[in-house]
C-alpha cells in the first residue's frame, strides 16, 4: 500500500504515508460519517429504522470495493468516504433499531453487545493485518478490505427476515403493523394482552409527545424537556471521543513504533483482546451494576491509564516507557470496552424521546464526530517526531480530560438501568427545566448511597 500510494522520502530511503495523507486518510471518513448522522435524522424519521440499515449495507459494500480496486489516490479516498458514510448509517441505525425493539431488562445488555461485536470484527481484522502485511504484494491491503465485504452481505439477508421497529410504525400511524412486528419480535413468551398493553403504552406516549411539540425538526431538539435529553446525548458522545479512543484505534500501531516497540503489530492484536475482554464484562455488568457506577469506574480506569503512560514516559524514557505503554494501553483499553464504548451506544438510545430519536442520535453523533475529526487530524503532528514530538506526554491531554469527564458524570448522568423507553420519557417530562446544579448533587450522592 505504500509503495502504491505513498511518497518516496529521500531521507527515510523508503516510501512514507506522510501525515497530510494520514490526514486524509483519517479524517475525511469521519467527516462524512457527520454527513451521514445528519441525513439519518430525517431519513429515519420517515422511512424508518430498517431501511436506514439497507442504506448501511449498501454503502459498506461500495466503499471497501472501490479501495480495493483502486489505482489512483483519489480513489482511495473516494472509497473511505463511502466507508465513513457507512460508518455514519450503522452506527445510528443499528443503536436505534436496538433499542427500540428490545424489552427493557434486556436493552442494556443487547445494545452493550454493539460494542462487543465491533472489538471482535477490530480483532479479526487486526489477525488479518498480521497475517497479510508481510506480503509483497497488493494482496496485502486487498484481503482485509474485501473480508469488510462479508459484514454488510449478511446484514442485507438479515433484514430480509428482520420487522421495522415498533415504535416507529406507531410513531406513523401503523398500528397493525406496530402490533405485527411486536408479534414478531416478542415471539410465544408474551400473552397478546401483554403485547396489547405494551403497544397502548407505546402510542399513549407518542400522542403525549405529538401535544407537546407542532413539528419534529432538529431545533425541536433543543426545546421543552428535549433539551435537556439533547444536551445530555451530546455530553456523552463528547465524553466518549475526549476519553482518547479515537487516538489509539487510529494511529495505535503507528505510536508504538514510534516509541521503540518491536512487533507493534502484535501488541495491537493484544490490545484487541483486551478490548473483548472488556465488552464481556460490561455485558455482564450492566443487568446488574447499572450505567453510571460503571462509566464512573472507566473513567478513573482509563484516566489513570493515560497519566501513567505520559509519567513514566518523561521520568524513564527507552525501555521501560515503551513497556509502561503496551501494559497501560491494554489496561486503557479494556477499561474502556468495559464503560464508554458500549454504555455511551445505550445512552444514545435510551436519552432521546420516541419521535426525536433519529434527530437527536444525529445532533450526539455529528458533535462527537466532529470532535474525533479534530482529534484524528491533530495526533500526527502531535506525535510526529518531525512536528510536536510529543511522544507519550500526549497522556497528559487524555488524562487531564478524564478527569473532567468524571466530574461530569458524576453530576450529570442519571441512572436508567431497568426504564422501559416509555419510562424515560415520563421521567424527563417531570423535569421541565435544566435542575440546579444542587439537585444533581443530591441525586448523586443518593444514586451512590
Not at 407542532?214 to 421543552?224: H, K, P, Q, Y
Not at 445505550?346 to 434527530?359: C, D, H, K
Not at 420519557?425 to 435542575?435: A, G, I, K, L
Request: charged share 15%.
Amino acid at each position: 500500500f505504500v509503495r502504491d500510494f505513498g511518497t518516496y522520502s529521500p531521507d527515510a530511503g523508503a516510501y512514507i504515508i506522510t501525515a497530510d495523507s494520514q490526514t486524509l486518510l483519517t479524517g475525511t471518513p469521519l467527516a462524512l460519517a457527520c454527513v451521514a448522522a445528519w441525513i439519518s435524522g430525517p431519513f429515519g424519521s420517515r422511512f424508518g429504522r430498517r431501511a436506514g440499515l439497507v442504506l448501511a449495507a449498501i454503502t459498506a459494500l461500495i466503499g471497501p470495493s472501490v479501495q480495493a480496486g483502486a489505482t489512483h489516490w483519489y480513489q482511495v479516498v473516494l472509497g473511505r468516504c463511502i466507508s465513513g458514510l457507512a460508518i455514519g448509517f450503522a452506527y445510528n441505525f443499528a443503536v436505534a433499531y436496538w433499542t427500540e425493539v428490545t424489552p427493557a431488562a434486556l436493552r442494556g445488555m443487547v445494545v452493550v453487545m454493539y460494542q462487543g461485536v465491533t472489538n471482535v470484527a477490530q480483532f479479526i481484522a487486526q489477525c488479518i493485518n498480521q497475517g497479510t502485511h508481510a506480503m509483497d504484494n497488493r494482496w496485502a491491503y486487498r484481503i482485509p478490505l474485501l473480508v469488510e465485504l462479508i459484514a454488510p452481505l449478511s446484514l442485507l439477508i438479515a433484514l430480509v427476515f428482520m420487522p421495522d421497529t415498533p415504535r416507529w410504525h406507531a410513531s406513523r400511524g401503523r398500528d397493525e403493523k406496530a402490533m405485527s412486528a411486536l408479534r414478531r419480535l416478542r415471539g410465544s413468551t408474551y400473552t397478546e394482552e401483554e403485547l396489547e398493553a405494551e403497544h397502548a403504552e407505546v402510542v399513549a406516549f407518542i400522542e403525549i409527545e405529538r401535544s407537546l411539540r407542532t413539528s419534529t425538526s432538529f431545533a425541536d431538539c433543543f426545546r421543552g424537556t428535549d433539551r435537556r435529553r439533547t444536551l445530555l446525548t451530546i455530553g456523552m458522545t463528547l465524553s466518549q471521543a475526549w476519553s482518547g479512543i479515537a487516538f489509539i484505534s487510529s494511529y495505535g500501531t503507528y505510536f508504538f513504533q514510534l516509541s521503540g516497540i518491536q512487533n507493534a503489530f502484535t501488541i495491537t492484536i493484544v490490545t484487541g483482546v483486551c478490548g473483548i475482554a472488556g465488552s464481556i464484562s460490561s455485558v455482564v455488568l450492566v443487568g446488574y451494576v447499572g450505567r453510571r457506577k460503571i462509566l464512573l469506574a472507566g473513567s478513573i480506569a482509563c484516566g489513570i491509564s493515560m497519566l501513567i503512560i505520559a509519567i513514566v514516559g518523561v521520568a524513564a524514557p527507552g525501555k521501560a516507557a515503551a513497556q509502561s505503554l503496551a501494559a497501560f494501553t491494554c489496561i486503557y483499553i479494556y477499561a474502556y470496552g468495559a464503560s464508554w464504548g458500549p454504555l455511551t451506544g445505550i445512552s444514545l438510545g435510551e436519552l432521546p424521546s420516541t419521535t426525536l430519536r433519529s434527530r437527536t442520535m444525529a445532533i450526539g453523533t455529528i458533535v462527537a464526530w466532529t470532535s474525533d475529526i479534530l482529534i484524528v487530524c491533530s495526533i500526527p503532528y502531535l506525535i510526529d517526531t518531525q512536528y510536536a514530538n510529543l511522544g507519550t506526554k500526549i497522556g497528559f491531554i487524555f488524562g487531564g480530560l478524564e478527569v473532567l469527564i468524571f466530574v461530569w458524570t458524576f453530576f450529570y448522568v442519571p441512572e436508567l438501568k431497568d426504564r422501559s423507553l416509555e419510562e424515560i420519557d415520563e421521567m424527563f417530562m417531570n423535569v421541565s427545566t435544566m435542575p440546579s446544579l444542587t439537585l444533581d448533587i443530591s441525586s448523586a450522592l443518593t444514586g451512590i448511597s
